[in-house]
């Protein structure tokens, strides 16, 4: 009896096994959700963004508000007048001369109001401010100042320890400031007015 051979290949088997299908399902859908996760977190970031720059324009725009309402006292056009007289200890009959400015009102400006011509006795020359001062604070009502001099600013005398330099302007009231010496000195005397 004839034997016949029979050669054997193995059996490849084109068809995926069901592992393997479930494998490839999961992965694509991690894949999946990994992607619209993505898109999500990048439309969320676009739209965070666009929030904080909204929310720093609005912080600008009330930045500007808030610097035009110090820039003058609300609803008013006022100024800062300045009468400036002198006075004398030396002489009964002394007559002060009185001078009078303005001051815009503007936060953080310095206005001089007046200055003296001084010298030393080998003919150096300077300039000194008598009355210099910045406006620091800008309220409806008053606006505070720093005085580059000292001053007293009480109603009866001159205080000639003062070392006061911040006074306050109240609106309808006049603040009078002297100068702390003995003999003889200026007066000034500043309050808010209309323009």
Known sequence: MEQN??????????????????????????????IGFGVYEFLD???????????QSQ?????NQ???I?????????????VNSSWSGWSEEYEPEKTESYCEIELNTKCVVKTQQLSDTDGNEWEEEVLSFEITNIN???????????FSDQETG???SSDKQDFIINSGEELELTTPTMDA???????????
Do not use: M, R, W
Request: charged content about 20%; glycine content about 4%.
């Open 5 to 34: 051979e029979v050669t054997t290949t193995p059996v490849v088997n084109n068809k995926p096994d069901n592992k393997f299908k479930i494998a490839t399902i999961i992965v694509s859908i991690i894949a999946i959700c990994g």
């Open 45 to 55: 970031n676009n739209h965070k963004s666009q929030k904080i720059t909204d929310l």
């Open 59 to 63: 912080i600008t725009d009330l930045q």
């Open 66 to 68: 808030i610097n035009q």
């Open 70 to 82: 110090n820039t003058k006292p609300s609803g008013t056009n006022q100024k800062i007048k300045i």
């Open 140 to 150: 409806e009502d008053s606006v505070s100042i720093h005085t580059f001099q000292v």
């Open 158 to 160: 001159i205080d000639l």
């Open 185 to 195: 000195g200026d007066i000034f005397i500043l309050s808010l007015v209309n323009e």
